[in-house]
């Protein structure tokens, strides 16, 4: 490590293509000394990455000489204002971080959305009728801008006179004319929000100014009026441009990518697990800097006090280890592990609020500009992609529209988890069993169409999903099946052994990445529990009087469920397939004596879909084929017996409550109805957003985020999916 690497995340191989020039290094010299700006040491991979992130004593956020004045969390550094929380080091952020984090709970975003899609509605209003727009310009900067600015207090009259100057910084070239506007646009943003701080302090309002000039540190005192101005900027700038970024930067891809386009449209429900992987291929924050405090080692590299350091978030999204084929963008992949947002104390508050104005963009783009078209030789990138990347133009065409005419948001889901009591358990076939779900005071759940699946939180905090299986026409019970996996990672068994009339399990959905699309008539091809779809699509085909039939194929007769239901239904249009019977289905003749119009609908194992998949491409019947495929268990998920889960108690130092989590509960539900403004996220494990100091007690680590050291030392845990390995934990809440 001698030597300086010729290695500058600004060049212009960087800039044309950040993952490749990321990736070479990673090959060759994953962490080096790059002799641009001063010197610095450059990180590859999301091991290192991560540490550095999470490790606020050894790499610190905070301003100093080191590398010059100014900003201390980029390479180089530059003119700014102070950010808080972002430029604090625990302990000094943690009064701003819980200053800000009940404004930006899931369940605080959740009461804004009605918000957001009405100003969705609106932005897309005053260009829908000409039939083209530039996204940036039209979209994507002004409806982040009103959203945030609205949901703070700012006036109307102030939206566009903000929203210009923070893109103005991103998009400008350092010393430009435009770069000078954008830094006059900030002044006037500081002035803007002084005055509206004082404004709040005399006439509070049902705003989140209101709220912050309000607020109180641990020991009681008030904020100062310059602090509440670095944290309501930061609200400003992280609310606006990132998001202004990733939507842009999706919106280019779908134009290049029309097969993933079509796909969004015809399953929208597919959007919530598309979001995570956009948010890993188009991280708008491409890397962020820390300053080393004490002699350490990274990756074979030394470091001493006072070196500079940069973690590239974009580097960590595409490193192999972790996300396989990091380059393709699979909108069914998990990649909720991504670094977008960051990890450890510095990790985006503003993530639920982000993804709340993404969705509601590309839902308006979806719905009613489907045909878009991206004019490739207007397209104006950011000047450099070092920092922040993103688009400052994207100009498009489109089939002109109507204005709205109904406000957005008319679809229901239970968009966060929900608890939902099982009134029913029947078994179905062997290792099989029904559960039927229903809201505790019996009240009407949300509609759902064939092919809609729902999330299901178990105790242990294991995330699984079923698909609906009952009828769409009863609005208060919602059916799953349930396939026993001697070999899975636990969660099937664990619902199995816990699912009895009575329990609770925490609930979100309905989504729909397999909807039944209108065609003259089908073939249902149904494997094992894949069965549990294709029963209510036949059921929603016979329905409508459309032509169908149904071949079943299961190991033996008594394993296939809903056999005895789906025969009600489709009556002589079933086949039944035990293979122990009669071997496997014939696909050849299945698929090769179909009419030209009819749809093929096919959900089982793996191999089967595979064959399927085979078959239609060799009878050239791909663009007619509609599957729904079974996903493993993440592989970083902790394998163990969550009906060994035991009774403990919890107490909270910070406020003297004892509170008691059952087996059958996740600490972070018990720990949500008693601390307001609780941290979290991804609720598997994976982010770190819920990373909480244990006081005392022995916790049960049951994350992906710590290292073998930091689970033995005890001193954090994630209670999204941790528990307690004595009867006691005391937790810094």
Not at 25 to 41: D, I, L, Q
Not at 229 to 243: E, N, R
Not at 413 to 427: E, F, G, M, N, Q
Request: proline share 7%; hydrophobic share 40%; charged share 25%.
């Amino acid at each position: 490590m001698s030597a300086d690497i010729d290695f500058d995340h600004h060049s212009d191989e960087a800039n044309a293509d950040p993952v490749a020039y990321y990736a070479r290094f990673r090959e060759s010299c994953p962490v080096g000394r790059s002799a641009a700006y001063g010197g610095f040491t450059y990180t590859t991979r999301y091991a290192d990455v991560a540490r550095i992130a999470r490790d606020d004593e050894t790499f610190s956020s905070a301003r100093s000489d080191h590398g010059g004045q100014g900003v201390g969390i980029v390479i180089p550094k530059g003119a700014g204002l102070d950010q808080y929380p972002i430029e604090l080091d625990p302990p000094r952020s943690t009064d701003y971080r819980q200053l800000i984090n009940p404004l930006l709970t899931p369940e605080a975003i959740e009461r804004l959305v009605p918000m957001i899609e009405r100003h969705a509605a609106r932005v897309v209003d005053d260009f829908v009728e000409l039939g083209s727009c530039d996204f940036v310009r039209d979209l994507t900067n002004p409806l982040p801008a009103a959203v945030t600015l609205d949901w703070l207090g700012f006036p109307e009259e102030d939206w566009a006179k903000l929203a210009g100057p923070i893109h103005d910084i991103f998009a400008a070239e350092a010393g430009s004319e435009r770069a000078v506007r954008g830094a006059a646009g900030l002044a006037y943003m500081d002035q803007r929000i002084r005055e509206l701080i004082a404004e709040r302090r005399s006439a509070p309002r049902a705003d989140a100014v209101s709220e912050l000039v309000a607020g109180r540190r641990g020991d009681g005192s008030e904020f100062g009026e310059d602090e509440l101005v670095s944290v309501i900027g930061l609200l400003i700038a992280g609310g606006v441009d990132t998001t202004t970024s990733l939507t842009g930067s999706t919106l280019v891809h779908l134009a290049r990518s029309p097969e993933q386009l079509r796909r969004l449209i015809d399953s929208p429900d597919l959007l919530d697990t598309a979001t995570e992987e956009f948010l890993r291929a188009f991280a708008p924050s491409q890397s962020m800097a820390r300053t080393v405090t004490q002699d350490v080692e990274v990756g074979g590299c030394p470091m001493g006090a006072g070196d500079r350091v940069l973690i590239p978030w974009v580097a960590a999204n595409h490193d192999p280890a972790v996300f396989p084929d990091p380059e393709q963008v699979r909108l069914d992949r998990d990649a909720s592990r991504h670094l977008s947002f960051g990890i450890g104390s510095h990790r985006c508050a503003g993530a639920h609020l982000a993804r709340a104005m993404f969705r509601a963009m590309m839902t308006q783009v979806l719905t009613r500009l489907p045909d878009y078209r991206v004019i490739e030789e207007g397209l104006v990138a950011y000047p450099t992609r070092g920092n922040q990347s993103g688009w400052d133009a994207i100009p498009a065409v489109f089939t002109p529209g109507p204005r709205a005419s109904t406000a957005a948001g008319a679809i229901r889901a239970l968009t966060t988890p929900t608890p939902l009591r099982v009134t029913a358990v029947h078994t179905t076939a062997r290792d099989v069993v029904a559960v039927d779900l229903g809201l505790p005071d019996g009240g009407e759940l949300p509609s759902w169409l064939p092919g809609a699946h729902v999330e299901v939180r178990l105790p242990s905090g294991r995330l699984r999903q079923y698909s609906l299986c009952g009828d769409p026409a009863d609005a208060m019970t919602w059916r799953v099946g349930v396939l026993r996996e001697p070999e899975g990672r636990g969660g099937s068994a664990e619902l199995h052994e816990l699912a009895r009339p009575g329990a609770t399990f925490a609930v979100r959905g309905p989504r729909n990445h397999f909807p039944l699309t209108p065609a003259p008539s089908y073939l249902f091809l149904a494997g094992g529990i894949g069965v549990t779809p294709i029963l209510a699509m036949a059921r929603a085909a016979a329905g409508r009087g459309t032509p169908f039939s149904v071949v079943y194929g299961g190991r033996t007769r008594s394993t296939m469920a809903f056999a005895d239901e789906l025969a009600t239904v489709a009556g002589d249009k079933l086949t039944l397939l035990p293979q122990d019977e009669a071997g496997l289905p014939d696909l050849p003749r299945l698929l090769g004596d179909l009419d030209a119009d009819t749809a093929v609908y096919a959900c089982g194992p793996a191999p089967m879909l595979a064959a399927v998949e085979r078959e239609c491409a060799r009878l050239d019947l791909t663009d007619r084929l509609h599957l729904e495929r079974f996903t493993a268990g993440d592989g970083l998920e902790a394998a163990y017996d969550a009906t060994e889960n035991r009774t403990f108690s919890v107490r909270l130092a910070r406020t003297g409550v004892t509170l008691t989590v059952p087996s059958d509960r996740r600490l972070i539900e018990v720990l949500r109805d008693a601390v307001s403004g609780l941290s979290y996220d991804c609720e598997k494990g994976y982010c770190g957003a819920c990373e909480t100091r244990v006081l005392a007690g022995t916790p049960e680590h049951r994350d992906s985020v710590l290292t073998d050291e930091e689970r033995i030392a005890g001193r954090t845990m994630m209670i999204c999916v941790g528990r307690c390995q004595s009867d006691r934990l005391v937790l810094d809440l």
